[in-house]
């Protein structure tokens, strides 16, 4: 099993570009999330979906959208990026019954400059 | 609201000592789960122990155990006998009671092992 895995790994965008972060799972997870991760502070969540054709907002999801239209990938995008969005951004899913913990990808590295 | 709070930004410890990590968390409801995750330099987010609000007993996993006071809204990390391999970013994290069983995460410390 490959867990949870994240492309690209880096990428650099000037303002206003745009572009789609790919998180895919082999888990046969119902639950997946985004969160970014900015320098001192822990991780934030963007959006999540509780399974394949749904999602909802997080707690910072302005200027990001996302798309989950088969079970095992949840899509990330950026449709005007900002200097604001530069972030190391985290994919995780998990079980949908019982209480346990999340598998995160490895982490995309975003630059906005 | 969800609230999780890490009060020290870094901590130092000796190799081959004991160290505790420090966590408090905030909310209304009953049943909840804390999380702990390391992250070390190289990025990736590391499961390791949980704690169920209603388990009666401080979880342990390896060298890993939780000091969790329910009263007190505190379940503070501790890593016996420290190894280098040890110094990295430590977060704690409190599942919501949201449909989605969110993670709320606090803002991490960093711990150092010196030789």
């Known amino acids: 099993n490959a867990g949870v895995t994240q492309t690209p790994k880096f990428r650099v965008l000037k303002t206003g570009q745009s572009m789609t972060l790919l998180c895919a799972q082999d888990?046969?997870?119902?639950?997946m999330y985004w969160y970014r991760q900015d320098p001192g502070m822990g991780l934030r969540l963007i959006h999540y979906?509780?399974?394949?054709?749904?999602?909802a907002k997080g707690e910072v999801p302005d200027g990001y959208n996302v798309s989950r239209l088969k079970k095992q990938n949840f899509l990330l995008g950026l449709e005007s990026a900002a200097p604001s969005q530069t972030s190391v951004y985290f994919c995780?899913?998990?079980?949908?019954?019982?209480?346990?913990?999340?598998?995160f990808g490895p982490g995309t590295r975003l630059t906005v400059t | 609201a969800q609230k999780i709070t890490q009060t020290q930004p870094g901590m130092f410890v000796q190799e081959k000592e004991a160290v505790t990590l420090d966590c408090t968390y905030d909310?209304?409801?009953?049943?909840?789960?804390l999380f702990w995750y390391k992250q070390p330099s190289s990025g990736e987010m590391i499961f390791l122990i949980y704690?169920?609000?209603?388990?009666?007993q401080n979880a342990t996993e390896g060298r890993y155990s939780l000091n969790f006071q329910k009263a007190r809204k505190s379940t503070n990390l501790v890593i016996s006998a420290s190894q280098l391999g040890d110094s990295a970013m430590y977060f704690c994290?409190?599942?919501?009671?949201?449909?989605?069983?969110?993670?709320?995460f606090g803002s991490g410390t960093q711990l150092t092992v010196l030789p």
């Open positions: 994290a409190m599942r919501t009671s949201g449909s989605a069983r969110q993670l709320t």
């Open positions: 888990m046969n997870h119902e639950y």
């Open positions: 979906s509780v399974g394949e054709g749904t999602t």
């Open positions: 704690q169920g609000s209603y388990d009666e």
């Open positions: 995780a899913s998990r079980k949908r019954t019982g209480d346990y913990e999340q598998y």
């Open positions: 909310t209304s409801d009953q049943s909840y789960g």
